[in-house]
């Protein structure tokens, strides 16, 4: 393949991998209006459609991880019953496909859509329902995507235990994975230790939130003690490197990290929304990746960031230099680190990633 520049077409037709999505955090705008309206559902900031959609893009200056979380206020109080849950879960998916996508692990937490009476295995029926539905609506239109589900636990309640069971409980039926999300600072990992351990004892699959509002020590936790396969987010290993006179010296943590080739679901455009970094040409992510890290990319919440996968992967050409090759590369490398059975991770790398960037080199 020659070294072909991202452009945004080539970025959009390109074969994409997304490990780090919040289901929430992905609605259509349009959708969000739709259904508050239906359900009588007040709090929206404005029930204009295009003013709706810049209030929930969380650019502005001194932003952080507290004010990214506030938008998620509105999104779940519409996703509160079987029918709107299936509605999201498939227009995700569905948007996700259009957008290039070929494989998806959305994430979301079920104790976030109990409000209406919902229990937390109806919520978590619900959404695989709508991911096969947008799977079939997306395959109908051209656009093949496996869809998988992610449960997470809200690091600041005390449900984690359950929400680990219920993700065992649906291991064969579409979840591969369990997770925790929301506030980093304060709120440590280990305090869900026997969640992890039981999803450890069930040979399943972990990823967790660390590294992204906050430092190294959160990182070390959720790999040494909580034993994490992938990191939401992660970025803040950069932290543990230290560079001097052109050249590097990688900590403890970070050689470990690279050494181990654990992922880190890194998503730029979130990062720059909560304050981690200032602009995509500081983004750590592209020194990390000359580094060797296992790093893939990410959009983290759609919505909240205004962007798409499409969108990620151009940003990153234009400030890196990433061509098409480099594009590939992370794209396999995503496949690589995805919750999937091994022979179907290599089926969808030589039958559907490898022949699509083929074709688009020619």
Known sequence: MEASPIT???AISAPKVLLHEHLDGGVRPATVLELAQANGYGGLPTYDLAELEKDFVVDAPGADLVQYLKGFAHTTAVMQTEEELRRV?????????????VYSEIRFAPE?????GLTMHQVVEAVLEGFREGEQQSKSEGHPIVARAILSAMRQAAHSKEVAQVAIDFRDAGVCAFDIAGPE???????HLEAFDMIRQANFHLTIHAGEAFGPPSIWEAIQI????RLGHGIHIFDDIEFKDGSYQLGRLAQYI??????????????IHTGVAPSIKEHPINILRQLNFRVTVNTDNRLMSGIA????FYKCSQAFGWTLRDMERLTIDAMKSAFFPYQDRLDIIWNVIKPGYAALSV
Do not use: M, W, Y
């Open 258 to 271: 690279r050494d181990r080739r654990i992922p880190l679901e890194v998503c730029p455009t979130s990062n």
């Open 8 to 10: 945004r077409e080539l």
């Open 89 to 101: 879960a498939r227009e995700g998916v569905v948007d996700l496909a259009r957008d290039g996508v």
């Open 226 to 229: 909580c034993g994490t396969e």
């Open 185 to 191: 600072d304060g709120f440590p990992p280990t305090q």
């Open 112 to 116: 976030q859509h109990l409000t209406k």
């Open 309 to 312: 996968l499409s969108d990620e």
